[in-house]
């Protein structure tokens, strides 16, 4: 459920040329849930399968609005013209609970308001052109992404086996630990903030690094939602060995979050949660990436009696 601060809904075709920058990912077969504040500025987003249960997707979007400390919606289906009649039914039931602004169904190149009586789209329903629109440029700008779909966005952090095999090649003839990994750490990312590309060698000795507690905590307190802290993590996910991967994903979750990537984010949480289940790191991420908080007020670095739990509603 990402945060935005900068974007203000002024109408059905800015709202849906914001969602895929949203999400970071063109959606289809869905239904979002957009929920805003009384001046229309864009809290967070839930999305769900279009093929769930009616009553499910009101549950859940009820609890999102209640965790999100918001009372407007729009509801935003993406599929064939036979969702009109179920979106219409969740969103009169989501209007007993959170104020519904507009039901909208996206079909193809078209969009459509569902609102009994409501002039805003024809019969024929309207042109949906998201890459000519003013909002689409301003999200650009801001450094936000929209990717054509869900699984590019799982591709964009698929693994390099070539890489993965040259970076343990290297790994095995590296001390473990090494004898200054916070060192290795501080040295790899002043290289990487320079925008360059890390070598195999750095790769290996960071992959290493991040095995140790201080090498952890270092980068883990150094991260927060630059470019180039995601394009080093997203970089070193895809390169190193799975058994090394676990830290590189969480940190890329953990700075996508915090850009306003929720899409990358949750992919690179299930990496990192896949190469080493029940992880403390992946768990934390995993409650802020679920929570309605916005990461420009969470403190940094977390105090030491954090609790992530104070986070769940």
Request: charged share 15%; glycine share 6%; proline share 8%.
């Amino acid at each position: 459920m990402p945060e935005s601060a900068y974007m203000t809904v002024r109408g059905p075709a800015d709202l849906l040329a914001t969602v895929p920058y949203l999400m970071g990912y063109h959606p289809r077969d869905c239904v979002v849930v957009v929920f805003v504040t009384e001046n229309g500025r864009v809290k967070c987003v839930f999305s769900t399968d279009r093929q769930k249960p009616a009553p499910t997707i009101v549950q859940n979007s009820i609890a999102t609005a209640i965790s999100a400390d918001t009372t407007a919606a729009f509801i935003i289906g993406y599929g064939p013209m036979t969702d009109r009649d179920p979106l219409i039914q969740i969103a009169d039931r989501l209007h007993h609970a959170v104020s519904v602004q507009a039901c909208l169904l996206v079909n193809n190149d078209r969009y459509y308001c569902l609102n009994q009586g409501c002039p805003c789209t024809p019969a024929g329903g309207a042109i949906l052109d998201v890459s000519g629109s003013v909002m689409a440029a301003e999200m650009t700008l801001q450094g936000r992404v929209a990717l054509p779909s869900r699984q590019d966005v799982e591709a964009l952090a698929a693994a390099d086996t070539e890489a993965q095999a040259r970076t343990a090649a290297l790994i095995a003839g590296l001390p473990s630990p090494p004898a200054d990994p916070v060192g290795v750490v501080h040295s790899c990312m002043a290289c990487a903030e320079t925008a360059e590309r890390l070598s195999d060698d750095q790769v290996a000795l960071l992959a290493v690094a991040l095995t140790t507690v201080d090498g952890r905590t270092a980068a883990w307190e150094a991260t927060t939602g630059t470019a180039w802290q995601g394009a080093l993590w997203l970089d070193l996910t895809r390169r190193v060995p799975e058994q090394y991967v676990a830290t590189p994903a969480n940190l890329l979750a953990w700075t996508s979050w915090r850009r306003g990537e929720p899409a990358l984010a949750r992919t690179a949480l299930d990496t990192a949660a896949t190469a080493m289940p029940g992880n403390t790191l992946s768990n934390l991420i995993g409650v802020l990436l679920n929570s309605p908080i916005n990461p420009d007020t969470l403190p940094w670095p977390l105090p030491e009696d954090f609790d992530p739990r104070h986070l769940i509603p």
